[in-house]
């Protein structure tokens, strides 16, 4: 139908650009219909400490598989819903799966589950209320939830931004600076910005060669992070060496195909009742591919 015409145009011109950005506009349909058709699904990515090799939580990605059509990319649809501003129902509906299933994770390991927040909810004054009741829906502790903002989101400067990320890490929910280093963020703003974590992009992590023994970028970064009081998750670590050079320099933890893929919540789950049984085992990728 046209809703399939316009996602074809969309693939071909790159993004989202032919799609009407009202709500109710074709965009809106495909993404509702596929909400409603259970389309979606979400997949988690282990988060491991540097130093330990533990699963320290990890991040909900979002995913969609159309049937008989396969995987849609999130940057292929992300996109239309941020322009639809179905981008926010999206997200509720992450929030809420991401939260159910990490409060059935085993409580001995206190695993973090981190999810992505768009920009348009931010600026709503009643999403704090929304995450309340998302925690106390599902019961999953508030110190166990870390969203996820980008700097350009932050970029508005919106008053009832700050104000919503302020109450909720006044409630113990965690918010993390994502994609690091893309964005424009000063470091007057950076200083003030309502954050505990703070994600290096994965362009800075892919600067690390293979004979390198340092990496002044990363140093930079996880020197400025911890100054302010920030941890730093490395974005993107495909390799050993990549490992080994942010641990030198500090960094926290790493996310990144040489711990894990995005994969089924079932994958998550086993590798932190594995961690439960034998505490201190740093875990071992099972899965290897896509
Ligand atoms: P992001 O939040 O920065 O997520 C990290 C992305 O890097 C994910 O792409 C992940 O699959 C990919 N990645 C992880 N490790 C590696 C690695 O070692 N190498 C490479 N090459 N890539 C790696 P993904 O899942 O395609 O998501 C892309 C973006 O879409 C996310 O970037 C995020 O901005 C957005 N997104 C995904 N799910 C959601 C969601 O539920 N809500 C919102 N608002 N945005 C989402
Ligand atoms: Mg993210
Ligand atoms: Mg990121
Ligand atoms: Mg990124």
Same mark, same amino acid.
Not at 253 to 256: A, L, V, Y
């Given at each position: 139908g046209r809703a399939e015409l316009a996602l074809y145009e969309a693939k071909s011109s790159g993004g989202g650009r032919t799609f009407s950005r009202d709500a109710g506009g074709e965009g809106w349909v495909l993404l509702s219909s596929a909400l409603a058709n259970n389309e979606f699904t979400v997949v988690y990515q282990p988060i491991v400490n540097a130093t330990t090799g533990l699963v320290a939580g990890a991040e909900a990605l979002l995913r969609w598989t159309r049937p008989g059509k396969g995987p849609v990319s999130p940057a292929e649809f992300i996109p239309i819903a941020e322009s639809t501003g179905f981008i926010t129902k999206l997200d509720h509906w992450v929030l809420e799966t991401a939260c159910r299933e990490a409060a059935a994770w085993p409580r001995a390991v206190a695993a973090k589950v981190t999810v992505n927040v768009s920009g348009r909810e931010l600026h709503q004054p009643d999403y704090y209320q929304q995450v309340v009741d998302v925690l106390i829906r599902t #019961? !999953?502790? @508030?110190?166990? !939830?870390v969203l996820e903002v980008t700097e350009s989101t932050m970029e508005a400067d919106s008053q009832v931004a700050l104000d919503v990320l302020r109450r909720l890490r006044a409630d113990g929910v965690r918010i @993390? &600076?994502?994609d690091f280093g893309t964005g424009y963020s000063s470091l007057s703003r950076l200083h003030h910005l309502p954050a505990d974590i703070l994600k290096i992009d994965r362009s800075f992590v892919m600067t690390i060669q293979p004979q390198d023994t340092g990496a002044p970028l990363i140093a930079a &970064? *996880? #020197?400025? %992070?911890? %100054?302010? #009081?920030? *941890?730093t998750v490395a974005e993107g670590v495909e390799h050993e060496y990549q490992a080994r050079v942010l641990a030198h320099h500090g960094c926290d933890?790493?996310?990144?195909w040489l711990h894990g893929r995005p994969d089924a919540p079932e994958l998550i789950h086993a590798a932190l009742a594995q961690q439960a049984l034998s505490p201190g085992e740093p875990f071992v990728k099972t899965y290897v591919g896509n």
């Open positions: #019961g !999953l502790p @508030a110190n166990r !939830l @993390a &600076i994502d &970064i *996880t #020197g400025l %992070a911890h %100054a302010l #009081g920030l *941890t933890e790493n996310q990144g």
